[in-house]
């Protein structure tokens, strides 16, 4: 029996953890060459795992919801006995595909009998892992048959492994299937918040795919209040987890019971990580102005009117006028490095990569359009749905997730009317956009009602002072106050 062991490898982007979000695979399944494995889930996406090696599942490292470190073992898989031959294929699903792709093959069996070793080496790799198409796991021979060679004694031997290797097949094919397929960290969340057992979620997606909408409906399902004159179904028996978030102990400081204790791990936990180092390294300072947005709003109307499928959004016409004010105030969408004697350097760049602020299911992220200078409105109107998709559905990774030289904060999306916001570290400035709202506002000495909104810039007093900023600010202002006049120079 030869065993490698496989290491979580890296995921890009300096990134030196993940959380162990499920196993695609367990104990004894036969697993080919880059088939998926396990789905893991890092501060910038979720992401599915592909095994390097050939053979049977020996030992799974890790439990679900367990964070594991950059190159700490993550699975073993028997790849053969001590004469080269290949571990038997056993173990698992329709003898040895993987419970994943068995769900995707459905009841189709011509294409559950496609998922074969024939096709190793799809060339899925991760940062150093992986093998090219036609890689070199090669075929697998079948176990050797008891009585091929060795006389009677390995004869009794091998018939004495088949007989174990026949029974371990069995409890195999007859032990319980894993849980449905879920792919989405999102709905996978979603179900956890309802108190949804996913487990008892029938999917509706391809191969029984469970998807937001099953989630949902499920939840309403429950809801419902039972039939009279019909018992209500027992609660299943609570499991470890949430038997973990009953109230177990009183907090000595406050006297309340705890109800819950949650690790920080993820998202939630690079969040706070970025936040805090903002706020300690950077001496940052805020200034605002409130701005009538009327014209603006209107000229939105107008295009949309005339072209409803292409009309950029309020966010790229405001998205195209920050860029226009970076023109002319590169100073706020550069980076200070600091060097190895403790010196320290403004870093400016040759264009901008524009970060927004997204609200997902995980948590706030921040996209980010590459080369956002050399697009007009309309381009960056696509980008930013593009992109937010992306981010809300958990499939943005860390090329869309990172990189960003200035950022932009539409918190008017949640009601509020202004913001001090945090510095997207290591950037120097962030822009933020309060709601479009009534309110009186005084035009050409007569009392009006107009489309008002508040702007709020928070910049890195290291690069730049409160005249650039206030410049920057001024400039981005009153174009949302005389958008046809900028509009005419972009």
């Excluded at 390097?52 to 367990?66: I, N």
């Excluded at 048959?145 to 007989?163: E, F, K, L, N, T």
């Excluded at 016409?317 to 100073?331: D, K, N, S």
Aim: with cysteine; proline share 7%; charged share 20%.
């Amino acid at each position: 029996m030869t065993v490698k062991t496989f290491t979580l490898p890296d995921l890009g982007e300096g990134l030196t953890e993940a959380e162990l979000v499920s196993w695609l695979v367990r104990v004894g399944d036969t697993v080919a060459v880059d088939q998926p494995i396990a789905e893991v889930e890092t501060a910038k996406s979720a992401v599915e795992v592909p095994c390097p090696f050939a053979g049977t599942v020996h030992q799974l490292h890790g439990d679900s919801g367990q964070t594991l470190d950059v190159g700490a073992p993550l699975i073993s898989v028997d790849t053969g006995d001590r004469d080269g031959t290949p571990a038997p294929q056993g173990g698992g699903p329709k003898g040895g595909q993987s419970y994943r792709e068995e769900e995707r093959a459905g009841a189709d069996p011509a294409a559950a009998a496609g998922a074969s070793d024939d096709d190793a080496g799809s060339g899925s790799v991760l940062i150093g892992y992986g093998t090219p198409a036609g890689g070199a796991a090669g075929r697998r021979r079948r176990p050797k048959r008891a009585g091929s060679a060795g006389g009677p004694a390995a004869a009794a031997q091998g018939a004495a492994q088949a007989a174990a290797a026949d029974a371990a097949h069995d409890a195999m094919a007859s032990a319980p299937r894993l849980a449905p397929t879920v792919v989405s960290p999102i709905v996978r969340k979603l179900a956890k918040d309802r108190g949804i057992d996913i487990s008892t979620v029938r999917g509706s997606g391809p191969g029984g795919l469970v998807l937001r909408r099953d989630v949902v409906a499920a939840a309403d399902a429950a809801a419902e209040p039972a039939p009279q004159g019909t018992a209500a179904p027992s609660s299943p028996a609570p499991t470890p987890e949430r038997s973990a978030q009953e109230p177990s102990a009183v907090d000595a400081r406050t006297g309340l019971g705890v109800a819950e204790r949650l690790p920080v791990t993820g998202i939630r936990k690079a969040i706070g990580q970025a936040m805090t180092r903002s706020r300690s390294e950077i001496p940052e300072a805020t200034v605002w102005v409130d701005v009538d947005a009327t014209k603006l709003v209107e000229l939105r109307a107008e295009l949309k009117a005339q072209d409803p499928e292409r009309a950029p959004g309020l966010m790229a016409l405001i998205a195209r006028f920050v860029l226009a004010g970076l023109a002319r105030h590169p100073e706020l969408a550069t980076r200070i490095e600091t060097l190895e004697d403790g010196s320290q350097q403004i870093v400016r760049f040759d264009g901008v990569n524009l970060g927004f602020a997204a609200q997902t299911d995980r948590g706030l992220v921040v996209p980010n359009i590459r080369g956002a200078h050399a697009l007009s409105a309309r381009g960056l109107d696509a980008e930013l749905r593009r992109l937010t998709e992306l981010a809300r559905s958990g499939k943005a990774g860390p090329a869309e997730l990172s990189g960003s030289t200035f950022t932009l904060n539409n918190y008017g999306v949640f009601g509020t009317d202004g913001a001090a916001a945090i510095i997207n570290h290591p950037e120097v400035a962030i822009l933020g956009i309060g709601r479009i709202i009534d309110r009186p506002w005084v035009v050409d000495g007569q009392l009006a009602v107009r489309k008002v909104t508040q702007l709020s810039l928070a910049f890195d007093h290291r690069v730049c002072d409160g005249g650039a900023a206030g410049g920057f600010l001024r400039m981005v202002a009153d174009a949302v106050e005389n958008p046809l006049s900028v509009l005419a120079d972009l």
